[in-house]
């Protein structure tokens, strides 16, 4: 069914007889957030409380925060750990925190905090930094960097889907607590995965400081509390970027989604 978050009654329509609920409308990424700042709010913060307040007992709640919200902790205090403080900067930060703090004090709920995803998708993002610098690398042939030392985290979106099964059959063990999602074999600099992008696209690389991230994002990430539950990536580095690299090169130049199927 199509429809609105912020309407209370599709709501109260979507989770008739569902056992998860896995909620994933939102208004992501900083940009989009300060330009429609109360839209974020409003989709990001309220409708995510209004879907729990519309829940029967016993209906399980998977909510997906980010690691944004750590902001340069690491760049101090080494591995970022889910009990390192999250202190967002931006809108969208601020407004997944929040949610993701009250979500955590009701019953039955999973809140993941996502490295930065990647990947091909039907409708594929070309506003997240992989995706981002491999089209920019294939149609530009060259790439400007700034803050080419800031730590990222990344994970490949099948371990996205991977991670949320995953979660179905181990929710009794996994409630009541948030899990930073990916690897550490995905704690990279922007510089190495620009490099790695060169590698394979040959394109030209230009570092320079021109810009700041929103969200000061500098972090290296452990990822043990999902481990110790079980859950480990499937998609490394290698794989990830060779498949993104593939998939980007044969879409068309003007439209991304242009030789795309629907179903
Ligand atoms: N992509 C990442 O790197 C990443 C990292 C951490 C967390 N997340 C979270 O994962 C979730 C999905 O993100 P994504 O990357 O797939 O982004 P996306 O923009 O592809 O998906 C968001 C979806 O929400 C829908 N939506 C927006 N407003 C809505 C509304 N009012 N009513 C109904 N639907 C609405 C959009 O149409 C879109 O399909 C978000 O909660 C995001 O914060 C993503």
Not at 13 to 22: H, Q
Not at 256 to 263: G, I
Request: negative net charge; proline residues 4%.
């Amino acid at each position: 069914m199509e429809g609105d978050v912020r309407d209370r009654e599709t709501l109260k329509r979507a989770i008739e007889d569902v056992d998860f609920i896995i909620n994933l409308a939102a208004l992501v990424g900083a940009p989009i957030c300060e330009q429609k700042e109360k839209e974020a709010w409003e989709i990001n913060y309220e409708a995510v409380m209004l879907l729990d307040e519309l829940r029967q007992p016993g209906q399980k709640y998977i909510y997906p925060n980010s690691t944004s919200g750590y902001g340069t902790r690491s760049a101090v205090e080494g591995l970022c750990l889910e009990e390192t403080p999250q202190e967002p900067i931006s809108v969208y930060g601020q407004s997944k925190v929040k949610a993701e703090q009250e979500l955590l004090q009701k019953p039955d709920v999973v809140t993941y905090r996502f490295t930065t995803v990647f990947g091909l998708s039907p409708r594929v993002r070309l506003d997240l930094m992989p995706n981002d610098f491999m089209w920019r690398a294939l149609r530009q042939g060259s790439l400007i960097i700034f803050e080419g030392s800031f730590q990222r985290s990344f994970l490949h979106i099948t371990d996205v889907a991977r991670c949320v099964e995953f979660t179905i059959e181990h929710f009794d063990e996994m409630k009541g607590r948030c899990y930073n999602v990916g690897h550490e074999s995905m704690n990279k600099t922007k510089k190495e995965l620009a490099d790695k992008i060169a590698e394979l696209t040959g394109c030209y690389l230009h570092f320079t400081e021109l810009r700041e991230d929103p969200d000061k994002r500098n972090y290296s990430i452990s990822f043990k509390r999902i481990q110790d539950v079980g859950f480990f990536p499937a998609i490394g580095w290698d794989e990830g970027l060779n498949e993104l690299y593939n998939g980007l090169k044969t879409m068309h130049w003007s439209n991304p989604c242009a030789n795309v199927e629907y179903y």
